[in-house]
């Protein structure tokens, strides 16, 4: 049978998920393996977009034998608006960064006052700047682009582990983007289920919160380090504008391109008012910023290709299929939530990237919220809880990718560290697992 690349007539296929493990084996394996041989970047020998080519070769065969054309469902979904949103926020934070630090924007934020913090205080602080503004403008990248920057220089200047800092603030943005009423995972999650973005907000806040106050325990305790030093030689404290323009458009809902946008130009203008920045030096950062995204780039567009091919040739269609007979095969809320689970995760691994794995899985999760008894609240909660985590641990997630590119560090160092998301993801499967009351069908029906 015939299958268009706009997803008619998907037979499920659990081959085609093939292609994502021999991605996943070629880019964790290779890094194990020159680890282990001594190479202090192993996990840099072999570049994450390079490892990905064998895996699209194989997806395209697969496609192939299905009777279906390779090239449109790949430039289709490296074309994806979402793939080249990220594109463009990945460009414009890493010239963000580079021109920022160049004029002396971190060292003025340093000398401002974050050296009369104790360091136990940094990464604690560090989470909740990030929760706060991805609650508020409802966008992790958003968050993450503009935090990062900063998050760099206080972790240089009090001696911190960068995994630790960048895994504080990781975890921080996918924090306030859970809970945010106007992030896209919201949206998606409420409308699919049929619930109110409030109710959901309050069904996620008995996980989100708890799973918060132990990150923010474990975060005080692990910043014990060195005290922040400003640093030695005098800087403008002007020279802070352009973090403070960046955070307080993001909070007043400002597009993320428009905001990163006004940054990087801000901060060549005060390079240029406070020092001796002249244009050929902003223009050459600018680019140099440029260049340090190009592996992050390459790979959000491969694996965007390599995310709809898995689609068309039935790989999510099968993980539907089998959380449909496990769902149908098994009574009682635990079962009903733990499909759903599986289902936002495993959605989640496949297309890295979190909304999507809503919009895909969103159906089959309210069939079996039906069937089980389950409130759309709570359905809609435990799509977007689950997406998240693994969204937020993902090596190959848009997050960790645009964190681990602005400091230069490996996305596994980043994402052993998210520990809000580990705790995230204990607390959420006790939720499941956890004798509780089993909804009356009035109240499932006053949540829809």
Request: proline share 4%; glycine share 12%; net charge neutral.
């Amino acid at each position: 049978m015939r299958q268009s690349s706009s997803g008619t007539d998907i037979t499920p296929s659990a081959l085609a998920l093939l292609p994502l493990f021999v991605f996943l084996l070629l880019f964790f394996g290779a890094g194990l393996y020159f680890t282990g041989r001594g190479e202090a970047m192993g996990f840099y020998q072999l570049h994450a977009p390079v490892a990905v080519l064998p895996a699209l070769g194989l997806a395209a065969w697969l496609a192939w034998r299905r009777r279906i054309g390779p090239m449109e469902p790949l430039l289709a979904g490296m074309g994806h608006p979402n793939v080249m949103l990220m594109c463009l926020v990945f460009l414009l934070a890493g010239a963000f960064a580079t021109v920022s630090k160049a004029v002396g924007a971190v060292d003025a934020v340093v000398a401002l006052g974050l050296g009369a913090l104790p360091a136990s205080l940094i990464l604690p602080g560090l989470f909740l700047v990030a929760g706060f503004i991805a609650l508020a403008i409802g966008t992790s990248m958003g968050t993450i682009a503009a935090v990062v920057p900063v998050a760099l220089g206080v972790s240089d200047a009090a001696g911190l582990d960068a995994g630790l800092v960048l895994g504080a603030v990781v975890g921080g943005a996918m924090f306030g983007d859970n809970l945010s009423i106007i992030s896209d995972t919201t949206i998606a999650a409420t409308r699919s289920q049929g619930c109110r973005m409030q109710d959901k907000f309050l069904e996620n806040m008995k996980i989100a919160l708890p799973a918060a106050v132990v990150t923010v325990i474990a975060l005080a305790w692990l910043g014990d380090s060195a005290p922040v030093e400003a640093p030695d030689d005098p800087v403008s404290r002007w020279l802070v504008l352009p973090y403070l323009a960046v955070l307080g458009l993001a909070l007043a809902g400002v597009n993320v391109v428009a905001v990163l946008a006004i940054g990087l130009v801000l901060a060549g203008v005060m390079g240029a008012w406070l020092g001796a920045y002249d244009p050929i030096s902003f223009s050459t950062d600018i680019y140099t910023g440029f260049e340090g995204m190009v592996e992050i780039t390459l790979l959000a567009l491969l694996i965007g290709g390599l995310a709809e091919l898995t689609r068309v040739t039935g790989g999510l269609a099968w993980l539907a299929s089998v959380i449909r007979r496990f769902a149908r095969g098994h009574r009682g809320r635990r079962a009903g939530e733990a499909s759903i689970a599986v289902l936002a995760a495993g959605s989640d691994a496949l297309t890295a990237n979190n909304t999507v794995a809503i919009l895909v899985s969103g159906s089959l999760a309210k069939d079996i919220a039906d069937h089980h008894g389950i409130s759309g609240r709570r359905s809609a909660s435990l799509l977007d809880v689950f997406s998240c985590v693994t969204q937020g641990l993902l090596p190959y997630g848009a997050q960790i990718l645009l964190a681990g590119s602005l400091a230069g560090i490996s996305p596994l160092v980043i994402a052993g560290q998210v520990y809000y998301c580990w705790v995230l993801a204990i607390i959420a499967i006790g939720f499941v697992v956890w004798p509780s009351r089993r909804p009356s069908a009035a109240a499932v029906g006053r949540t829809r």
